[in-house]
Every structure is written in structure tokens, then in C-alpha cells.
């Protein structure tokens, strides 16, 4: 019987089996190299995709701003903007508080607003009678003129001008008048800013430390506050006064037809005179400080004087005088009799003490 040669059960599979060993053909090899291309394409194509990706973001970020960019240390946006709107609510508060501190600083729109008048004559707001300024009680009577509260006692209720009766009816307008009047202090030039009523004119001049002060010496016509006046004297009169310590005893001889004896401490330049007036009983001798009635400090003074075996000896206070006058005063003062000799020497010590 003859075999065929046509892949029978044994032939075929031998034959498939050297089938599967044979070397590969070029349709294989070209099939496998088209698979490698197509990866790599692939693989090429998405690491480019990428790269313009990369490139991208990087010239996004170049084009941002510092300021735009959000830095580590800075806080998300919605804490800003609560942050801001603290800031605003604070400087809200913060303008309310100004306008109404400055409502408060400026007169209220219903106040009137003050005035400038100029009097021709000052002294109708003075008294009649004792020519002081008018103060509040001010009484008139039924014709319309007006005194003073003192005035009208002293007067027993009597008008000074009518004689009618005065004292039991207040004249309010005067009263109005003489509070809403101010003026500026007649030592304004010495340096003295108060603005005051009217009616305390006196009062304030009689306390004021501007008050000024004239030259003790003769012929001399220097008027200055307190401090430059001793300057001056101690520079134009100063051949001409005693000079002393504080707190220190001191000799001065006053001869009978002297009638004062300047004297300047070393140290302070402060301006005494020693004031010397001749009486029926003998001689009154006393210390006089010049400076304001209403200087912050005050003077005590211990003068004694001896003859032979006799000796006199007083302790009391300088008397405050803006401008000297040699005449007696109703103080203490330091009686030298007569039977002392022309000239005496006196032992003299002058101390500060504050008031």
C-alpha cells in the first residue's frame, strides 16, 4: 500500500514540528519591528506631551507677580479678608471717636458766639460810690441807679445819687452784663495771659506775680517784673546798696537824716530796703522786700541795735511792695528812741521762708 506524503497522523506532526523549529521570515521580523516603532512613538509622544506641560506652568508662574503670589507665611483669603474687615471696623471706631471728641471741643451750633465790644467808658461798670468794679449782689434803686452790696450798708440804704431808698432790689441785667465780661489782665505786657471777669479785676490784680515792680532809687524810673528789676539794680545801682547773705548777721549804720538804705542779697540779687522814718518818739526803722503783694516767698527779719549798756531787739515779717514808698505802715516796725545817739550802728539778719 502505498503512503502519502500529505501530513498524515504521523508524517504531519513530524512535519509541524520541524515546522515550529525553522528559522523566522522576514514577514515575521517586520511585524515585531513595527510593534517596537509603534511603543516607541507612543512613548516619545507622552514624554513630549509632558515636557510642553512642564513648560507651561513654568511660564504661568513666571508671569505671576510677587505681589499676586501668596507667600507661605501669609494667611489663606478668607482670614484676609476677615483681617481687613477688622481693620476697617477699627479705623471706622476710631473716626467716630475723633468726631466726637472734636463735637465736644467745638461750642455746640445753639451757643452764640462771643463777642468783641469796646467800652468808652470803663467805669460804668464800677461802682458810683466807691469807684471799685461791681460785683455780684448789685442793687438799684426805684430811679435806676445802682451801688454796690458794701456801699449800700455803708450808706445805710440810702441811694448816693437820690437818696432814695437802695439795697432791697438786685439789678439782674447789671449782674448778667458784669459775668459775660471778660478782659485780659492790664499786666498782659509783662507777660501775664490770664483773661478774667471783670468784676474779679482787682482780685486777680492783687494776686497776680506779673505785677510790676519800680526802681527804689532816686531819680530812677526802671519798672519791670520783680526778677528783671533786680538785674537792673544790681547792674546800674549797685555802688549803692549793701550787700548781705541769708541766714546771716550783718552791720549797717543809719544816721539820722537817712531815710533808706538799699540792700541786695549776694546770691539771688533779691531787693530789700531798709526804711527809716523820723517821729515825735524816735526813730521807726523796718524792712521792706520790693516784689509783687503776691510773691510765693516771704521774709522774716531780726535787727537789734545797743547803746552802751542798753539794747533794743525785734523779730518780724518784710512787708511785699511792688513800688517803695518811705512812709509809716501800720506793722510791726523797730522804734529807736531818741536818746540814742545821731548815728547807730544796727545788727541785722534777714532769713527766707516760704508762705
Known sequence: MARFSAFGDEDGREARRHASKRPRTSSDESGQTATVSRDRFFFSRRRRMIE???????????????????????????????GDQEEEEDDNDDAEEEEEEELQDQPSRDAPAPITVTLTDPDVLDCPI?????????????????????????????????SWPIGYNRCRAIEMVLESVKIACKNT???????????????????????PCACPHQLCT??????????????????????????????????????????????????????????????????????????NRSFTYDISAKDGT??????????????????????????????????????????????
Open 52 to 82: 510642553i506641560r512642564e513648560e507651561s506652568e513654568m511660564e504661568s508662574d513666571a508671569a505671576l507677580s510677587d505681589s499676586d503670589r501668596l507667600s507661605p507665611l501669609e494667611e489663606p483669603d478668607e482670614y484676609a479678608e476677615e
Open 130 to 162: 466807691c469807684l471799685d468794679p461791681l460785683s455780684p449782689p448789685v442793687y438799684q434803686c426805684e430811679n435806676g441807679h445802682i451801688s454796690c452790696a458794701s456801699c449800700c450798708t455803708k450808706m445805710k440804704n440810702k441811694c448816693g445819687t437820690c
Open 189 to 211: 505786657q509783662h507777660g501775664c495771659g490770664e483773661t478774667i471777669n471783670y468784676s474779679k479785676k482787682h482780685d486777680h490784680e492783687k494776686t497776680c506775680i506779673y505785677t
Open 222 to 295: 526802671h519798672v519791670s517784673i520783680f526778677n528783671s528789676l533786680y538785674k537792673h539794680f544790681a547792674t546800674a545801682h549797685s555802688h549803692a546798696c549793701k550787700k548781705f547773705f541769708f541766714n546771716t548777721v550783718f552791720s549797717v549804720v543809719v544816721e539820722t537824716s537817712q531815710r533808706c538804705l538799699f540792700l541786695q542779697e549776694r546770691l539771688e540779687d533779691i531787693l530789700f530796703v531798709l526804711d527809716h522814718t523820723i517821729d515825735s518818739l524816735g526813730s521807726f526803722i523796718s524792712v521792706v522786700c520790693v516784689a509783687p503783694t503776691s510773691s
Open 310 to 355: 542798753s539794747s533794743i531787739r525785734v523779730k518780724a515779717v518784710a512787708e511785699n511792695m511792688p513800688k517803695w514808698v518811705s512812709q509809716p505802715r501800720a506793722k510791726k516796725l523797730f522804734l529807736m528812741p531818741k536818746d540814742f545817739i545821731d548815728s547807730v550802728k544796727i545788727e541785722l539778719m534777714i532769713q527766707s521762708v516760704a508762705k
